[in-house]
């Protein structure tokens, strides 16, 4: 037995099994586009509908905000 994983027991953290994934992409190198694209489709849906759950918008700018000053790799 257990929690039983809905969306709203996802959304407020209480899903154990839940875990944050985060996608960084250079979409301007061609090969990127179609896996970025493919992702960016399965989150679409409806309600329920895929594994994906979109944050909350202010949690959107926060994290843009930080990713926008990580600094440049070289390889």
Request: glycine letters at 8%.
């Amino acid at each position: 037995m257990g929690i039983t994983p809905t969306s709203s027991i996802i959304y407020s953290g209480s899903y154990p099994g839940a875990r944050a994934l985060y996608l960084y992409a250079n979409t301007a190198v061609s090969h990127m586009r179609p896996i970025v694209l493919a992702i960016w489709s399965s989150v679409g849906g409806a309600a329920g509908d895929t594994a994906l759950i979109w944050i909350d918008p202010a949690e959107q700018r926060s994290l843009r905000q930080q990713v926008l000053t990580l600094p440049d790799l070289e390889f």
